[in-house]
Structure formats: structure tokens, C-alpha cells
């Protein structure tokens, strides 16, 4: 009954290292994907606390190291690197994460706790259990650390370390230095903007109910056969559930006309380049000829081409001045701006209201990669940028690795047993021609 005992707690012990390790490893690259969204989530920290000593570049720098830390303790979790170490990190980590969230939970300013990044919302309550699950978890972890299975030996542990830090650095530095490698948001590459703006009602059909000679039917609308049924009874009945809109800010304001011609351009059955331009006093100008060489390609190819800005006029027309812009600017709101790209400036492609294409400004494909198009426009990116945007492509990238160094560290630690064993052998036979 005892080895039983130890058994089921070996197993208790590791299906809650794994659990707690794929979660953190998912918050982590969720985080890692998308920095300045996890910054974006730090401001509306700040603001609510009212702590106003750090920067964004501080922001951003915690947001990083955040998603960072999460993913390798995940890592190493996962793979039993470090596990005493990472059991008490991973605890602690738990404990100041349910601690937090009942702060943001009590407090009710944050609706979004953040934790999945824009992958997944929970409401505060439930990132409230969710976290006490996990800490529950790691607290089984801590305590149960010595019961771990397929531990990595000394002998690749540093593979281990080496290779997650250059994974984690690589999803963070492309997603900083272009856009995040993975979008969760509505505006993803591929998305219909057409189908996820605007409420969708519940449709429901008005239904009749009417009996004569002692029978009962119902009818539609007016499809009663004659005169002679009496009415009994009149109800409505669901035909289709109504659906909530994914997109409820997109508008985009003429200064002139104050008018919002969002949908105008959404309705539009060719291309629409947009440029998005948060705040033009903190835009990027250094590659700002780009976009001036783009809009003069979309003009000479008849293509809609204007910006939307949360900036006022005056700063608007600083940004003209200092950039030559010649292309109409909007209006918009800032944070719907923010989610359409994660750059300042960013530019979005549209067609028949179908995101096409997503760059920052620095990689705002040449005129000449447009000109091989028929259109004169891309219609799709390449294909090894495509399957980057699967969870498919990293998943592959992490785990393949993974395993290859699980593998090596097994037939490393197989072949020192066998010659262990080879020399133990030796030792008594050597003994044994003593003793003869």
C-alpha cells in the first residue's frame, strides 16, 4: 500500500509540473508575441495605481522580461531543468499573480486582467481562479519536486537553457523590430472587417396558432388557408441567435465634413491602403519616404490612400510639413488604432473589406515586389510568412528541439550506465582472480 501510495503521488506531483508548466509556457509566448500590447496592458496598470515613475521604454523593458521569465520557468518546468529552483519560482510567481488578481478583482478598474495577452479575455473573477488553481498546483510542485520524471541530466541542461532563451529572444525581437508573429486581433491578415463590425439582431418569426373542428396547426404570417379557423394562441419563435460585433470602435472621422466614412471604405470592392498614425508627435519619421513612395504608387494605381491619426489638426500639419504627406489625413480613435497595428506609423491593406496585408513602416514590401502582382497590389505574403502565423510553426520550433536534446541527453546518459556497468563488471572479476 505504501509503494501504491508514493505511486499515485508521483503522478499527482507531475500532472501538476505539467499543467503548471504548458501555462505558463502559453501565458509567456502569448506575451512574448505582442511586448508592446503587454506594455499597452502595463499603462492601464499605471494609470489605475495613478504610478506614474515609469516610462514606456520601462514598460515595454518590464513586458519583455515578464513574458520571458514565464515561458523559461515553463520551460524548464516542463522539461525538469533546475526543478528546485524553478518550483520555488514558479510558486512564488503564483502567489504575487493571485495576490494581484484579487487586487484588480476587489478594485474592478481593469476588465482584462491580460494574462493570455489578446489570445484569450477573462474577466477578473476568473483570472482570480484561475490563478488560485495554478498556485494551487505549484504549491503541489514545491512540495513534491523531488517526485519529477524525466529530468534532464547536467550533462544538457545548458542545451536546454541555451536554446529556450535564443526561442524567446528570437518571437521577441522579430515582434519588436516588425509586428508581433502572431495576431489574436481583429484586424489579423486574412480577417473579413465587413463580418465583424456591426451587431448582428436575433431574427425571430411571428407564429399563429388556430384550430377548427377540433384540430390545432399553426401558420405563418399570413398563410392562413381561410376564414373559417379561430385564433388561440400568438408567440415568436427564435429563427436565428443574433451575434455581438468583434469590432464596435471602427470609425474613421472627416475633419471637413465631420462625418465617419468607415463603412464607406469598408464597402469599397477593391483595394484600401490605410495608414495608421496613433500620435504623428511619436511616430517614426526616419523611413517616412516609404510611405510617401507607396501613396504615389497607389495614386498612379487609382488605390483609396489616406491616414487616420488620434492627433489634432495643428499636429497634423506639423506632420505634413516635416514629412511632405500629401495623402489625406483622418481622424480616428487611438486605441482602435493601436489594435489595427502595433506600429507607429503601420500601414493596412484591405480588399473588398478583407485585411490583405499588415507591415510596420520599415517593411513595407518595394514597389517593386507590388509591380509583379497583375493588380499592381499583393494579394497574399509570402509562404513561410504564412505558416509563421500558426501556432503550428512554433509549437514545431520549440518542441522539436526540445526533444532532439531529451533524446541526446538519454542515449549520453544510457551510455555512461552501460560503461559504469562495463567497469563495475570489471572491478569483480578482478576480484575474483584475487581471491583465486
Known amino acids: 500500500m505504501q509503494t501504491k501510495g508514493k505511486i499515485a ?8 509540473r505539467f499543467v503548471l508548466a504548458l501555462t505558463l509556457m502559453a501565458s509567456g509566448f502569448v506575451k512574448a508575441v505582442d511586448p508592446v500590447g503587454s506594455m499597452y496592458k502595463l499603462q492601464e496598470y499605471t494609470s489605475v495605481l495613478a504610478v506614474d515613475m515609469f516610462s514606456d521604454d520601462w514598460l515595454l523593458f518590464f513586458s519583455i522580461v515578464q513574458a520571458a521569465i514565464e515561458f523559461l520557468v515553463g520551460v524548464f518546468l516542463f522539461m525538469g531543468v533546475y526543478r528546485k529552483f524553478m518550483a520555488a519560482l514558479s510558486f512564488f510567481i503564483m502567489l504575487f499573480f493571485t495576490l494581484f488578481a484579487m487586487f484588480v478583482t476587489i478594485d474592478s478598474t481593469v476588465d482584462d486582467c491580460g494574462c493570455f495577452g489578446d489570445a484569450f479575455a477573462l474577466s477578473n473573477s476568473g483570472t482570480l481562479i484561475k490563478n488560485i488553481i495554478l498556485l494551487t498546483l505549484s504549491a503541489v510542485v514545491l512540495y513534491g519536486n523531488r517526485r519529477f520524471v524525466w529530468c534532464i541530466t547536467s550533462v544538457s541542461r545548458w542545451m536546454v537553457a541555451i536554446f529556450s532563451f535564443f526561442y524567446i529572444a528570437t518571437v521577441e525581437g522579430v515582434s519588436l523590430s516588425a509586428l508581433p508573429v502572431l495576431d489574436f486581433r481583429p484586424y489579423a491578415v486574412g480577417n473579413n472587417l465587413r463580418e465583424m463590425i456591426g451587431d448582428v439582431p436575433e431574427v425571430y418569426e411571428l407564429r399563429h396558432v388556430y384550430s377548427k373542428d377540433g384540430v390545432t396547426q399553426e401558420f405563418v404570417g399570413d398563410s392562413l388557408p381561410d376564414s373559417s379557423w379561430t385564433l388561440v394562441d400568438t408567440y415568436s419563435q427564435l429563427v436565428s441567435e443574433g451575434k455581438q460585433s468583434l469590432i464596435s470602435d471602427f470609425a474613421i472621422i472627416d475633419w471637413e465634413t465631420d462625418e465617419d466614412i468607415a463603412r464607406e471604405l469598408l464597402a469599397d470592392t477593391g483595394y484600401v491602403c490605410i495608414v495608421a498614425i496613433e500620435f504623428v508627435d511619436k511616430a517614426q519619421v526616419s523611413r517616412v519616404d516609404k510611405i510617401n513612395d507607396f501613396y504615389d504608387y497607389c495614386a498612379e494605381k487609382g488605390v483609396p490612400f489616406f491616414a487616420a491619426t488620434a492627433s489634432s ?49 520599415a517593411g513595407i514590401p518595394d514597389i517593386d515586389q507590388f509591380s509583379q502582382s497583375p493588380t499592381g497590389m499583393p494579394d497574399k505574403l509570402s509562404g513561410i510568412v504564412d505558416r509563421m502565423r500558426g501556432w503550428n510553426f512554433w509549437a514545431i520550433a520549440l518542441f522539436v528541439p526540445l526533444g532532439f536534446i531529451a533524446l541526446f541527453d538519454f542515449l549520453v546518459s544510457l551510455s555512461r550506465r552501460r560503461r559504469s556497468a562495463a567497469n563495475n563488471a570489471g572491478e569483480v572479476t578482478d576480484k575474483i582472480e584475487i581471491v583465486d
Do not use: H, Q
Not at 503521488?9 to 501538476?16: E, M
Open 9 to 16: 503521488f508521483t503522478v499527482v506531483v507531475n500532472v501538476c
Open 313 to 361: 489638426e495643428d499636429e497634423i500639419m506639423l506632420w505634413r510639413r516635416r514629412t511632405g504627406a500629401e495623402y489625406p489625413i483622418y481622424w480616428a480613435d487611438n486605441m482602435m488604432l493601436r489594435t489595427m497595428v502595433r506600429s507607429n506609423p503601420g500601414v493596412l491593406l484591405l480588399r473588398d473589406g478583407v485585411v490583405a496585408g499588415k507591415w510596420d513602416v
